[in-house]
């Protein structure tokens, strides 16, 4: 069998050692955590692996499995897609640029989030206007206006407005190695990059990360701590129906919240007009005391599947993790660490290789159980 990808790197453990070699350790750190004891982290996953599928393999009637998926109008070739994730280029630097690219070549969806650090008329271009835009929510409208005419301009369709950060997770190691707001490099966190020189070389070739979207509105000469505070003072990420009423009338295209995590915030998505949802917890990183994010589709996808879109990320790492989450009834899924980790490891090649590799760990799910279309993957869950 041939494989599109490189096989000393066939699974998500070897690119998760990897990149813990070849990245700094606060990089590292900052990517692999949660918040508090990273209890909702690992419950994520852990809960989402206890689903079982079903085989039939005596099914005559199975032709051969097809992973296209259907989302706003758009066929993706998988239905997998790239999470938004901040300060990807601190992780690795060009990060954001490596992940679109990859996203766009093989027809999947990149999701920029506004604090990462490329802008959104860089990603616009890379894709053709084809990724997504996660709004963290400023605090001024005239803020938030001017950022959705950008996007507007760019060619996205679809806009992700954030709900689940209305104050900052409480990370000890991001706080230890002086990645909180505002992110600053201590001598701890020099000498962890010194002694990785890909990483260092990378980042004398593509430079000292930014937060490229908001550099319009920044003063060119901020010091760190001036730029904390602007960030601080710029972002209020507590959503209210008013907030998203005049998103929704000024918005043209497809509007999505991410960080559904319960019933009741789920009902009044659907009631103030939004076309998705993204059930998350943002990825363990926020509430260590919360549900993991499949308990929360199964509790409410039944109910409001022929409304809204329902989508999941936070817990899904691998191609089975994928079949799992949708044989629960979500219709669509997204990954932020399985792909940084692949980036840290492998770098420009790091978007190929995941994708790759995900899509042939997915289709042998299909494939095993028999399933056709991923929308069928219900009908193999052991209940």
């Given at each position: 069998?041939?494989f599109?990808?490189?096989?000393?790197?066939?699974?998500?453990?070897?690119?998760?050692?990897?990149?813990?070699k070849?990245?700094?350790?606060?990089?590292?750190?900052?990517?692999?955590?949660?918040?508090?004891?990273?209890?909702?982290?690992?419950?994520n996953?852990?809960?989402?692996?206890?689903v079982q599928?079903?085989?039939r393999?005596?099914?005559?009637n199975?032709?051969?499995?097809?992973?296209?998926?259907?989302?706003?109008?758009?066929?993706?070739?998988a239905?997998f897609?790239?999470?938004?994730?901040?300060?990807q280029?601190?992780m690795?630097?060009?990060?954001?640029e490596?992940?679109?690219?990859?996203?766009?070549?093989h027809?999947?969806?990149?999701i920029?989030?506004?604090?990462?650090?490329?802008?959104?008329?860089?990603?616009?271009?890379?894709t053709e206007g084809?990724?997504?835009y996660?709004?963290?929510?400023?605090?001024?409208?005239w803020l938030?206006?001017?950022?959705?005419?950008?996007?507007?301009?760019?060619?996205?369709?679809?806009?992700?407005?954030?709900?689940?950060?209305?104050?900052?997770?409480?990370?000890?190691?991001?706080?230890?190695?002086?990645?909180?707001?505002?992110?600053?490099l201590?001598?701890?966190?020099?000498s962890?990059?010194?002694?990785?020189?890909?990483?260092?070389?990378?980042m004398?070739?593509?430079?000292?990360?930014g937060?490229?979207?908001?550099?319009?509105?920044?003063?060119?000469?901020?010091?760190?701590?001036?730029?904390?505070q602007?960030?601080?003072?710029?972002?209020?990420?507590?959503?209210?129906?008013?907030?998203?009423?005049?998103i929704r009338?000024?918005?043209?295209?497809k509007?999505?919240i991410?960080?559904?995590a319960?019933?009741?915030?789920a009902?009044?998505a659907v009631?103030?007009?939004?076309?998705?949802m993204?059930?998350?917890?943002?990825g363990?990183?926020?509430?260590?005391?919360?549900?993991s994010?499949?308990a929360?589709?199964?509790?409410?996808?039944?109910?409001?599947?022929d409304?809204?879109?329902?989508?999941?990320?936070?817990?899904?790492?691998?191609?089975?993790?994928v079949?799992?989450?949708?044989s629960c009834?979500?219709?669509?899924t997204f990954?932020?660490?399985?792909?940084m980790?692949?980036?840290?490891?492998l770098?420009?090649q790091?978007?190929?290789?995941?994708?790759?590799?995900?899509?042939m760990?997915?289709?042998?799910?299909?494939?095993?159980?028999?399933?056709?279309?991923p929308?069928?993957?219900?009908?193999?869950?052991?209940?």
């Amino acid at each position: 069998m041939a494989f599109p990808f490189d096989t000393r790197y066939a699974s998500l453990e070897l690119l998760i050692a990897r990149a813990k070699k070849r990245m700094p350790r606060f990089a590292f750190e900052y990517l692999d955590g949660g918040c508090n004891e990273n209890i909702n982290r690992d419950r994520n996953t852990d809960e989402l692996r206890e689903v079982q599928l079903r085989p039939r393999y005596l099914n005559n009637n199975f032709a051969e499995a097809d992973m296209e998926t259907e989302l706003f109008g758009v066929t993706y070739s998988a239905p997998f897609g790239i999470s938004p994730v901040g300060l990807q280029g601190l992780m690795w630097p060009n990060a954001p640029e490596i992940l679109a690219k990859a996203a766009f070549k093989h027809n999947i969806p990149f999701i920029l989030s506004t604090v990462t650090t490329s802008s959104l008329e860089r990603i616009a271009e890379l894709t053709e206007g084809k990724a997504w835009y996660q709004l963290y929510h400023p605090r001024e409208e005239w803020l938030r206006n001017d950022i959705l005419d950008r996007c507007e301009a760019s060619g996205y369709d679809v806009l992700v407005v954030l709900a689940d950060v209305p104050t900052f997770g409480y990370r000890a190691k991001e706080i230890r190695n002086g990645l909180a707001m505002p992110p600053q490099l201590n001598f701890r966190n020099v000498s962890q990059a010194l002694v990785k020189p890909q990483w260092c070389l990378e980042m004398l070739k593509h430079g000292v990360p930014g937060f490229k979207t908001m550099e319009k509105y920044m003063d060119k000469n901020m010091n760190v701590k001036q730029l904390g505070q602007f960030m601080n003072s710029t972002f209020s990420g507590r959503l209210n129906s008013d907030r998203i009423k005049s998103i929704r009338d000024r918005w043209k295209g497809k509007l999505v919240i991410k960080g559904v995590a319960s019933d009741e915030d789920a009902e009044e998505a659907v009631r103030l007009g939004f076309d998705g949802m993204i059930i998350s917890n943002h990825g363990g990183r926020q509430l260590d005391a919360g549900e993991s994010t499949i308990a929360v589709v199964k509790e409410i996808s039944e109910k409001y599947k022929d409304q809204i879109k329902i989508m999941m990320d936070s817990g899904v790492r691998t191609g089975p993790d994928v079949a799992r989450a949708l044989s629960c009834g979500a219709e669509f899924t997204f990954m932020g660490r399985t792909f940084m980790y692949a980036v840290g490891a492998l770098g420009d090649q790091g978007g190929d290789h995941i994708i790759e590799m995900l899509k042939m760990q997915f289709r042998q799910v299909m494939e095993q159980v028999c399933c056709e279309r991923p929308e069928q993957l219900q009908d193999f869950r052991v209940k």
